[in-house]
């Protein structure tokens, strides 16, 4: 009962506080000022239930990291996909049979290729990532490899020996859907 106290005396000062806004504006401005005033605030209540409501909130990028550990490799790809608009970069999904692929251009051109797979070693049947946008273009292309679990030593020479290969293991993608942009995980080889 004491924790509660403190913070019913807060929502009251707050209210309190809103109210003589209101006043001071209606004597100043007209009916206007708390009408509009009492508008915006039923707006940004609304605003604010709505976007910490789970759908919501992975609809624009953030996911807790139970989420991610529960998707299958579709739901990921699709997660990835929102994480990386939220991030600023426009994605597309490529077709693939048994796996899904992404890619990805930002504002500056830069073109991202994203890859799922258990291990960052591509086997000798899979296919290179499909590496172009629409047309020809001559950006740097990074590949980005999403894994939820951890990379092993000899995933990691694999990586920096592609040279543009960017390793995301499941302790970054964590972090990255909780909202850190991508581009604080990212470093070439690792």
Do not use: N
């Amino acid at each position: 009962m004491r924790d509660v106290l403190p913070a019913l005396a807060g929502v009251c000062a707050a209210w309190c506080s809103v109210v003589a806004v209101l006043a001071a504006g209606y004597r100043a401005l007209g009916i206007g000022f708390p009408l509009g005033g009492l508008a915006l605030l039923v707006l940004l209540v609304v605003l604010g239930v709505r976007r910490r409501r789970p759908a919501a909130r992975r609809r624009l990028g953030y996911y807790d990291p139970g989420e991610l550990l529960e998707l299958d490799t579709e739901g990921l790809a699709l997660a990835v996909a929102r994480m990386l608009r939220r991030d600023g970069w426009r994605v597309r999904l490529l077709p693939a049979p048994d796996r899904p692929r992404l890619c990805a251009r930002d504002s500056s051109g830069r073109q991202l290729d994203v890859a799922f797979r258990p291990v960052a070693e591509p086997l000798p049947d899979e296919d290179v990532p499909h590496t172009q946008w629409h047309g020809t273009d001559t950006a740097p292309h990074l590949q980005l490899v999403v894994h939820r679990g951890t990379f092993r030593d000899r995933d990691i020479r694999w990586a920096r020996r592609q040279g543009k290969t960017c390793l995301l293991d499941g302790s970054s993608l964590r972090r990255w859907g909780q909202g850190t942009r991508l581009s604080e995980l990212l470093t070439p080889g690792r």
